[in-house]
């Protein structure tokens, strides 16, 4: 496993822990620069180093190195931009997620633990400042609260099987960012790529054991990629936008929009 920052949060311990009881051998502080292909990869570090494999899998994130090298990353989508912060939780905010259509753009917001509330504000380049601006009266956080942006805030899938390369998580595909599901599916199609990789070992037919990954990854995202639709059409589409903002006079808070999202899946 190749990764190019040293891990730090408690998740990244805990994969990282589960890395070296499995045997895997970790590098950390190591970037990927190059890659070939001629039957197997060549993958060549900043510092020169190369390493070979029979499969790779590429998990580098919304930015994919691995799929740019291949020139399989789509071009970014410049319409949209997103800020991210953790604030206090406000009192009685409750477990809920809420995605709230302003009509700049919408805000999503999800508790991260007992204190803390995820905020992010989804606008255009020329109305972010505007719902920075609403985000401070409404949740009373500081002038100087750090704010955190998110580049690309989505883009294009890049498709998640080749011959003897398979994306996952970011790198595959990007959600929204107030949905907080992104973890999720970077531990589901990761743990479906290693099935992967195992059954290929095992002497499965690679082109079948692709194919199950595709179907497999196309299963996890079934049923939950229309609220990615939904949002980014509310911010590009004034007509949709004020739609909502008038609905959201009525129910301030699209409950039923997040609870298939919100719903806890084994
Ligand atoms: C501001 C923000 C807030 C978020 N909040 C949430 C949340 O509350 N809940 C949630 O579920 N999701 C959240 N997400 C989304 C979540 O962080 C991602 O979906 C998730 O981290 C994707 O995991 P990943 O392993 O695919 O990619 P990443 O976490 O991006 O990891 C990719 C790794 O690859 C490494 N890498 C990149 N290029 C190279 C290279 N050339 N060589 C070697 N290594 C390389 C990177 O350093 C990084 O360690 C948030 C995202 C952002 C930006």
Not at 145 to 160: D, E, H, N, S
Not at 196 to 222: H, N, P, S
Not at 247 to 261: C, D, H, N, Q, Y
Request: hydrophobic share 40%.
């Amino acid at each position: 496993m190749i990764c190019r920052i040293p891990h730090s949060s408690l998740l990244d311990d805990l994969l990282r822990k589960r890395a070296h009881e499995l045997c895997v051998q970790v590098r950390e502080e190591t970037t990927v620069t190059a890659l070939n292909y001629n039957g197997n990869w060549k993958i060549v570090t900043a510092t020169g180093e190369t390493f070979l494999a029979r499969t790779l899998i590429g998990a580098d994130g919304r930015n994919s190195t691995i799929a740019r090298l291949r020139n399989l990353l789509p071009r970014p989508a410049r319409e949209r931009v997103a800020l991210q912060a953790h604030i206090p939780l406000p009192l009685n905010f409750g477990k809920r997620i809420v995605l709230q259509f302003l009509r700049e753009g919408y805000s999503g917001q999800v508790p991260v633990n007992e204190n803390e509330l995820n905020l992010c504000l989804v606008g255009r380049p020329p109305t972010i400042a505007r719902l920075r601006q609403w985000a401070r009266r409404h949740f009373e956080i500081p002038v100087d609260q750090p704010w955190r942006t998110i580049t690309p805030l989505t883009r294009a899938p890049v498709p998640c099987a080749h011959e003897n390369l398979l994306f996952i998580g970011d790198a595959a595909r990007v959600v929204e960012p107030f949905t907080g599901e992104g973890i999720y599916y970077a531990l589901r199609s990761g743990e479906l790529a290693a099935g992967t990789v195992a059954k290929i070992v095992r002497g499965k037919d690679r082109q079948l054991a692709l194919r199950e990954f595709a179907r497999d990854c196309a299963e996890m995202y079934r049923g939950r990629l229309w609220i990615n639709r939904l949002a980014r059409a509310a911010v590009l589409s004034p007509r949709l936008a004020s739609f909502f903002i008038q609905a959201a006079g009525v129910e301030p808070i699209f409950r039923s929009l997040t609870t298939k999202i919100a719903t806890p899946r084994l």
